[in-house]
């Protein structure tokens, strides 16, 4: 079992910048590929970005490529999610994933482990 706590999340104006944090309770951390999801109200949770074990494989939405980087640091049991030049549309509960079951990345019946989330609001 693995347990994962986001954090980081808050209210910032469009153009801003967030960190998230998500911090895995795992002495295994190292063998999960971890990803990041997130929901808007009224929608369904859509795939944000991914990284591999090691953090040599990254891959990311479409959505947020070029604005949203992903990593990874297995010393501290802990992904990140640099998230730039934020717009109102990436307004979401944003939650990290663990246990990849090497089916499609971007759906969330690939992943096994879930954090509660995170708020993300961007203002306009």
């Known amino acids: 079992q693995v347990q994962l706590v986001e954090s980081g999340g808050g209210l910032v104006q469009a153009g801003g910048s967030l960190r998230l944090s998500c911090a895995a309770s795992t002495r295994t951390f190292n063998k999960y590929a971890m990803g990041w999801f997130r929901q808007a109200p009224g929608k369904e949770r859509e795939f944000v970005a991914a990284?591999?074990?090691?953090?040599?494989?990254?891959f990311y939405s479409d959505s947020v490529k070029g604005r949203f980087t992903i990593s990874r640091d297995n010393a501290k049991n802990t992904v990140y999610l640099q998230m730039n030049t934020l717009k109102p549309e990436d307004t979401a509960v944003y939650s990290c994933?663990?246990?990849?079951?090497?089916?499609?990345?971007?759906?969330?019946?690939?992943?096994?482990?879930w954090g509660q989330g995170t708020q993300v609001t961007v203002s306009s």
């Open positions: 990284i591999s074990q090691s953090g040599g494989g990254i």
């Open positions: 994933a663990a246990g990849y079951r090497g089916q499609y990345m971007g759906s969330p019946d690939s992943w096994d482990y």
